[in-house]
Structure formats: structure tokens, C-alpha cells
């Protein structure tokens, strides 16, 4: 029995005594969220002070938790490298601080069970009688070990959820418009616009070059076609990627002239519309830049035409056809 209560406590100065681990602790949280300094508390509380959280670099566990709004609450991607086996945990709630505590719950337990175990089942704040001997009772009580005050619990029962997620959105992007202009031809363009939850809306403006088409020997004609419009787009969250459906109202002045010898090129511009489906991804979701690849299709509604003055009159040489096909790429960035 002396041998026994001689081994507890060399046990017990040992934990106590022992240095706390560092965890080089990354937060990344809306500005409605909990701070590091309260994630760092955490740690230090759920582990009896043998976790805390130091400053970056000086430690060689780190844990990156990277949370953002989504749809009517919170989601959190925690990734943690311990002794070289990393892994990664994905958690959401309708509160922000629930998720800070699991981010902390979580860490401690994979770096000190033990002490976690201890906070957790030896909690000073219940009333002698709470706990029973059974154990649905017991699960009952844990949550109750969280070391929040009570007047502190309440407050945050009462939190009231965040408004609806707003966010800015800007884009730039480049690639090839095929049957838009006289030629296949490449365009640089961009948008700016605001997100509501999943659904954006957006004015984009663009530039298709001028490419070439040959008539006859000696005889072309060179169009370019600069517009933009309205843009409406759904954009929910497919794994690590958003996906990005949507359509947009579309205005441009197509402006062409002829080109050759013995050609007298004068430069026209006629009005073009159309209406542009357009499918998308959008990657990584959780990033505010992330890197756009979309392909739209301009379903023209009003078709404008060029054409040369030759010795017989005028002669089509080119109208815009029904339906082209735009592929772009570029980054994107989301603000906040």
C-alpha cells in the first residue's frame, strides 16, 4: 500500500512538474469568432497546462484551423502534423465558438489524452450529487467540465446567429473565344460582383481581339467584339471545389473592317446581344484566391452583320453567328 501511494505521487509531481508542449497554433477565424488568445486558453485549460500554445516556429507540432461562414453557420478544417503523421478533421455548427472549443478539444486529445481525460471527468465546477453511478448519467455531465464559467455558458446560449453570409468577388481571366468572332481568337476580361450565401451576382466586361477571316484572293475581313454584362450564378461547395452554374445578360459592339489590297477598309460597329449559360469550378473552396476555370456559351439574340461596297453593291462578309463558345481561366479572389 506505502509502495503504491509512493508511486502515485511521484506520478503526480512528474505531470505536474513536467514542461508543458508547445503547439505552434495557426487561427484563422472571421472577426466574429473567438481569437487565438481564446483557443490558446483552451488548450491550456482542457490540458492542465501541460499544452500551450507559442509562438510561430518555436514549436515542432503545428496546427493550422482555418474557419469560414457558410450558408447559416460555420465550418472548420483543422490540420494537425504530429511526429510526422499529419491529418486533417472538418467540423461545421451554427456557433463559431463551439467550433473554437472543438478546435482546442481536439488538439489537446491528440497531444494529452490523459490530462483531457482528467479535465473532463474531474470538472470543479459541479455541485457534490450532480453525477450518478450510471453511465448515461456520467455522459451527461462531461459537457458541463468545459472550463467556462456558467454566467459565461449562458451568454453564449443567447448569442444570436451571424446575419447572412455577404462577401465581394473579383476576377480576372483570359482564354479563347470560338465562333464569336471571324476567327477562333483569344480575350482578356474580369468581374466584380457580391455573394449572398451560395448565390452571386456579378457585372463582368470583356474583349474578344480582332481576328481574321479570308473572302477571297487578297480580300478579308477583321472583326473584334468588346462587351459585358450581368452575370446571376449558384455556387455551392463540392468538396474541395465550388461549382459555379449560372447565366448572364450580355451587350457588345462588334467592329470589323475589310483588309486587302484595293480594299478601302472604313471600321463599322454594330450592336450585338445575347444571353450566356456558363458551368464553372472554382479551387480550393476555402481559399479567398482560388483559381476560375468556366466555359459559356453566347446564345446571340440579335445578330449584327458586316459587309463590303463592291462594283455589284453591297456583299455579306460576315455576321455573328448563333452560338459561340468562350473558355476561360484566371484567379479569383473573395473578400473577406
Known sequence: MA??????ISLMSATAFA??????????????????QVVAADLSALSAGTVVAVPPGDAGTVATVVVETRDSGFAMTLTMDTSGSPFERELSSSRCEILARAAALIVVVEVAPVEAAQQLYEPNDIEPGAATETFETRV????????????????????????????AILALWGGLAVNVVPNTSGLLGGELGWQVRT????????????????????????????????????????GSLVLRLGVGAEAAVLEGIGVGGGVQGRPTQNFWFAMTPFLGIAWPARSRIRILAQVESPIA??????????????ESAFRAPPAGIRVIVGPQLRIP
Not at 509502495?3 to 502515485?8: E, F, G, L, N
Not at 439574340?301 to 453591297?314: C, F, S
Request: hydrophobic content about 40%.
Open 199 to 238: 448565390f452571386s451576382l456579378t457585372l463582368a466586361g470583356w474583349h474578344t481581339f480582332a481576328a481574321t477571316r479570308p473572302l477571297s484572293e487578297g480580300v478579308a475581313i477583321q472583326a473584334s467584339l468588346s462587351g459585358g454584362g450581368l452575370r446571376a450564378a449558384w455556387n455551392p461547395h463540392v
Open 3 to 8: 509502495a503504491a501511494s509512493v508511486m502515485a
Open 301 to 314: 439574340v440579335w445578330r449584327p452583320g458586316l459587309h463590303l461596297n463592291g462594283t455589284d453593291g453591297p
Open 140 to 167: 451527461n455531465v462531461v459537457p458541463t467540465a468545459w472550463p467556462i464559467p456558467r454566467s459565461e455558458r449562458k451568454q453564449l446560449e443567447s448569442t444570436p446567429r451571424r446575419p447572412l453570409e455577404h462577401r
Open 19 to 36: 514542461a508543458p508542449q508547445g503547439i505552434d497554433l495557426r487561427w484563422e477565424a472571421p472577426a466574429a469568432c473567438p481569437g487565438r
